[in-house]
């Protein structure tokens, strides 16, 4: 026998999730409301397809948000996202998502949690991950979210209507300045003995720079290169373990490799540079500010992390920062990324107020679509308390 719980499946920008709205999660506890998301998603799945659910196997198609009615008085909304583990029963809840934020006014319109007003609606979200707000402005039509339009993002096939995501203060999304340690950059040895620099900025998300020059990288690479290359990537994964100590989220290396795995996100930088996109378009080395390449639980992101590209604009403005040191921008104020599937345009408006950095605001376009709604089916044994994998 199987319960079916009310869901809706969304692609947000460059990101796909089951998307609740936290009504009909109410009547769950914590623990069997993850078993719910766990099913829906297809996870833990030891071959990495999620096939039993509606996860795609990476973390960019991994994804749960909560949605809700907001009861203060500046946010609409109320926004809890979740990323899924694809190998292990486990929901990292730290940190949010620049993509799926971007489905959230759409789903909030269709669902009657706010009242559609053409031609432009607003809806302000509280991100509870984090406590940061931001103002999604969604293309309305008919009384629905707006899905077509002539707006494209690389990454994503079809071209849509635009959603504007402006982003209000979000530094420190951990409750701490926007330089966590103080300092734009610094080392960290690891454990073969080589000392590497580093940035740790905290902006929508917390997140690791390195310099791809610096361990021997070529960041023009695509993703599966880059993935097969494991050396790299145990690397890259030691270095984000180190940023987890120094942020306090674990206590130890083995701690931040397995249980911290959503944040902080770790990305390495070059100037520009040109290259082929994963789509087989050439990138010019004049069409970009930098080139950068993100890791999220444990693989290469197949675009760019949206709350990633809001951290990497402000960093790119901090005198210091390795992303300051290779990121060339055309116009101030806005950074243009080279990431594996094309560009993505990014505003920061970024200023020093008594000798510290601060960020008023991140703005970034975004498309996304309502793609099923309906029911998931939860197998009864999950709602007992006795999924397959803890048996």
Not at 81 to 95: C, H, K, L, S
Not at 107 to 112: C, M, P, S, T, Y
Not at 260 to 286: D, F, H, L, N, W
Request: proline share 7%; charged share 20%; net charge neutral.
């Amino acid at each position: 026998m199987q319960y079916r719980i009310p869901a809706v499946f969304m692609r947000g920008g460059t990101s796909r999730a089951v998307c609740f709205r936290e009504d009909a999660l109410a009547p769950y506890d914590q623990a069997t409301r993850e078993r719910i998301i766990l099913a829906a998603l297809g996870s833990p799945d030891p071959y990495g397809r999620q096939i039993d659910g509606l996860g795609g196997g990476i973390s960019s198609l991994s994804k749960v948000a909560i949605i809700g009615r907001s009861t203060e008085a500046h946010s609409d909304v109320t926004f809890t996202f979740g990323q899924v583990d694809v190998y292990r029963p486990f929901i990292d809840w730290r940190g949010t998502c620049g993509n799926i934020s971007a489905a959230v006014g759409p789903f909030a319109i269709d669902e009657g949690l706010v009242p559609a007003v053409a031609p432009v609606t607003p809806v302000r979200v509280l991100a509870t991950n984090t406590g940061k707000r931001y103002i999604a402005y969604v293309p309305v039509q008919d009384g629905m979210a707006a899905v077509e339009g002539d707006y494209t993002i690389d990454g994503v096939p079809a071209p849509g209507a635009r959603i504007t995501l402006e982003y209000l203060e979000p530094g420190g999304s951990l409750g701490g300045p926007v330089l966590p340690t103080g300092t734009p950059r610094q080392e960290v040895t690891l454990a073969d003995g080589r000392r590497v620099t580093i940035s740790l900025v905290d902006v929508a998300v917390p997140v690791v720079y390195v310099r791809a020059a610096e361990l021997g990288a070529d960041a023009t690479r695509l993703a599966p290169e880059l993935d097969a290359d494991r050396s790299l990537q145990e690397t890259l994964e030691a270095l984000r373990c180190h940023a987890a100590l120094l942020l306090g989220l674990a206590q130890s290396l083995e701690e931040a490799h397995t249980r911290v795995q959503a944040i902080p996100k770790i990305a390495m930088v070059a100037p520009p540079a040109a290259y082929v996109s994963s789509s087989g378009r050439p990138i010019t080395a004049e069409q970009v500010d930098l080139v950068a390449r993100a890791i999220s639980m444990g693989n290469t992101h197949r675009t760019f992390p949206g709350t990633v590209s809001m951290c990497t604009a402000a960093a790119a403005a901090i005198p210091g920062t390795v992303v300051q040191e290779v990121a060339h921008p055309a116009r101030p104020g806005l950074l243009r990324i080279g990431h594996p599937a094309g560009v993505m345009e990014v505003g920061a408006r970024v200023q020093q107020r008594h000798g510290a950095w601060h960020v008023e605001s991140v703005t970034t376009q975004r498309t996304a679509r309502r793609i099923m709604e309906g029911y998931v089916l939860v197998p009864r044994r999950y709602l007992e308390g006795k999924p397959w994998f803890e048996g």
